[in-house]
């Protein structure tokens, strides 16, 4: 049987996605190995992570963030010395940003530590209610991408 989505069924959507996030950046702050670095922080090396060298403009564009706010973060990122900002090949006026060793070796710890806190979680569900939550993943990432590509 289909659901319809109905306003109540976006609430409660919204209700537990905001649920699931604030509960994800409480934990966080439980065991951190990055001393208390900021989740928007943390999101932006995950990005240079994924994407490698890349543009202020891009990183800000695939973070779907203003890029004054991407770049007060790198600011501080470059000054812990986890973001490097350099020349681009292609073009030496412009800059790229991309992982620090130490950038790399923080984020490596920063997942380990997150993975084991959902772990735990995911350890604390019944079986059906664990295979539910980890087979919804790739509806939930469909999901986001559809309504970040409507925000275009």
Do not use: K
């Amino acid at each position: 049987m289909t659901r319809s989505v109905t306003s109540a069924g976006a609430r409660e959507l919204t209700a537990a996605v905001n649920q699931l996030r604030r509960a994800l950046r409480r934990t966080v702050r439980l065991d951190d190995p990055t001393g208390g670095r900021p989740i928007a922080q943390v999101e932006v090396l995950q990005m240079l992570r994924e994407t490698g060298a890349i543009r202020l403009g891009d990183l800000a564009g695939r973070l779907n963030l203003a890029q004054s706010t991407v770049s007060g973060l790198v600011n501080d990122l470059v000054g812990a010395g986890l973001v490097d900002r350099s020349a681009d090949p292609r073009d030496r006026r412009a800059l790229v940003l991309a992982l620090t060793a130490d950038g790399r070796a923080q984020l490596t710890a920063w997942d380990a530590a997150h993975q084991q806190r959902l772990a735990v979680a995911l350890g604390s569900l019944d079986p059906a209610d664990r295979e539910r939550v980890l087979g919804a993943v790739p509806a939930l990432a469909r999901l986001a991408a559809a309504l970040n590509a409507a925000a275009e």
